[in-house]
């Protein structure tokens, strides 16, 4: 269980700090445009796929986030993003991203009008 209570902080403090890398103009454009989306997404109070739902309402939150995370950390400059991870670990306070669950609402909305054109 300790390794799990580990990954799921070390998981919280790179998304703090990769919302300080998308907003800082030392990270490559490339790489703070991904870390936007990531922290967009893992920031929304809203899921593409909802909690819900039995095992799957979790996968998206256990493969989204972290492939992101992982494509990010590969864009970013090991001492950058290092710089980014201490500053995390300060215990900044991160935002709920409302532009995020707009996002994901825009998402659901076009999925349902697409699958009631199909159906209908």
Same mark, same amino acid.
């Given at each position: 269980?300790?390794?799990?209570?580990?990954?799921?902080? *070390?998981?919280?403090?790179?998304?703090?700090?990769?919302?300080?890398?998308?907003?800082?103009?030392?990270?490559?454009?490339?790489?703070?445009?991904?870390?936007?989306?990531?922290?967009?997404?893992?920031?929304?109070?809203?899921?593409? &796929?909802?909690?819900? &739902?039995?095992?799957?309402? +979790?996968?998206?939150?256990? &493969? &989204?986030?972290?492939?992101?995370?992982?494509?990010?950390?590969?864009?970013?400059?090991?001492?950058?993003?290092?710089?980014?991870?201490?500053?995390?670990?300060?215990?900044?306070?991160?935002?709920?991203?409302?532009?995020? *669950?707009?996002?994901?609402?825009?998402?659901?909305?076009?999925?349902?009008?697409?699958? +009631?054109?199909?159906?209908?």
């Amino acid at each position: 269980m300790d390794r799990l209570e580990t990954w799921a902080r *070390a998981l919280k403090r790179d998304i703090a700090a990769l919302y300080i890398a998308a907003h800082d103009t030392r990270t490559p454009w490339t790489a703070r445009t991904i870390a936007l989306a990531v922290t967009l997404y893992a920031l929304s109070p809203i899921d593409l &796929i909802p909690d819900f &739902i039995p095992v799957v309402g +979790y996968l998206d939150d256990l &493969i &989204i986030v972290p492939l992101g995370i992982w494509l990010v950390l590969r864009l970013i400059p090991p001492d950058v993003m290092q710089v980014y991870r201490e500053a995390a670990s300060g215990g900044a306070r991160l935002p709920v991203s409302w532009t995020g *669950a707009a996002l994901v609402g825009l998402v659901w909305l076009g999925l349902t009008v697409w699958l +009631y054109r199909l159906v209908f």
